[in-house]
């Protein structure tokens, strides 16, 4: 399988962006910054644990805001 960008390189924040890729059934998520990078693969089942942990902690915060 070729490398297949699920979200190509965006901004977000003044000095940060994100990048995800896809290659042989592992995707791959790239956080730049200007201090430095993270780069982390998941398999499918840890991507989207990952990304139910964020929608979690997302409606956790706003729920504080109120």
Known sequence: ???KTLL???PIGES???QVEMENHVIRLDI???EGSARHSFS???WED???G????NASMAGEED
């Open 50 to 52: 990952f990304v139910d």
């Open 32 to 34: 730049v910054s200007k």
């Open 8 to 10: 190509k390189k965006t």
């Open 1 to 3: 399988m070729m490398k």
């Open 16 to 18: 940060l962006s994100m």
């Open 54 to 57: 964020v929608k979690q902690a």
């Open 44 to 46: 499918f089942a840890e």
